[in-house]
């Protein structure tokens, strides 16, 4: 079956980096998401990467993908306050257009 | 309205009494889907609407749940004979066309509390 996995919690202190992981199990899927949810809010999409991509960068964003073991992570660079949320890896599966999402891994920044 | 719309923010019932969500999409968009996320859990595809094409309700946990999308805008989410387990955030979402490259665009949800 469809199943996409994630670790529930990272803690990082302010400028460091935060890499989040997420395993999926769907070699059939195109697309792979990261979402964000802020708290009291909606998700809201970050980034994605089609998966014949090995790395995708936006600003201080990095998404590397390695298809052969099905994984997925985000990288932040200097990670600030306002990056703390709820991080949501997804993917899209062959025949189903809903994306599928993982249980979120809470990002919590310290000062 | 520039983002979709959810209704109502929150919702106390009793158990065994039918609740209905409301989902308003961004004009123009397509395709709508609605989501459930319980505490401490992810989001758990419930339904999703794709144009006049037939719904896919593989999601749908029980026959208490049904949607429903009228003409190709606001869908409505029934939940009959509540119960506990019920108890959770409902999403709802929307997209251009469903195709997989298109965003989803989240309501803040329906938080639903049963008694």
């Known amino acids: 079956g469809e199943d996409v996995e994630q670790s529930l919690f990272l803690s990082v202190r302010e400028g460091d980096s935060s890499v989040i992981n997420c395993t999926y199990t769907?070699?059939?899927?195109?697309?792979l998401y990261w979402y964000k949810q802020e708290p009291g809010a909606g998700l809201q999409l970050l980034t994605y990467i089609f998966s014949n991509m090995d790395m995708k960068q936006d600003q201080r964003l990095t998404v590397l993908l390695n298809k052969k073991d099905k994984h997925l992570s985000l990288r932040i660079a200097d990670t600030q306050t306002g990056d703390s949320a709820i991080y949501f890896c997804a993917e899209s599966m062959g025949g189903r257009r809903a994306l599928t999402f993982g249980s979120g891994t809470r990002l919590q920044v310290q000062p | 309205g520039a983002g979709v719309s959810q209704s109502p923010s929150n919702k106390v019932t009793e158990k065994g009494k039918d609740v209905e969500l409301r989902c308003d999409p961004i004009?123009?968009?397509?395709?709508l889907y609605w989501y459930r996320q319980s505490l401490g859990q992810g989001l758990e595809f419930l339904i999703y609407?794709?144009?006049?094409?037939?719904?896919?309700k593989s999601g749908l946990p029980s026959d208490r749940f049904s949607a429903e999308r009228t003409g190709g805008s606001v869908s409505t989410l029934t939940i009959q004979r509540t119960q506990q387990e019920d108890s959770a955030v409902y999403l709802c979402?929307?997209?251009?066309?469903?195709?997989?490259?298109?965003?989803?665009?989240f309501g803040e949800g329906s938080r639903l509390t049963v008694l």
């Open positions: 609407f794709q144009g006049n094409s037939a719904p896919d």
């Open positions: 979402a929307s997209s251009i066309s469903g195709e997989n490259t298109g965003e989803l665009f």
């Open positions: 769907d070699s059939s899927s195109t697309y």
């Open positions: 004009s123009g968009h397509t395709a």
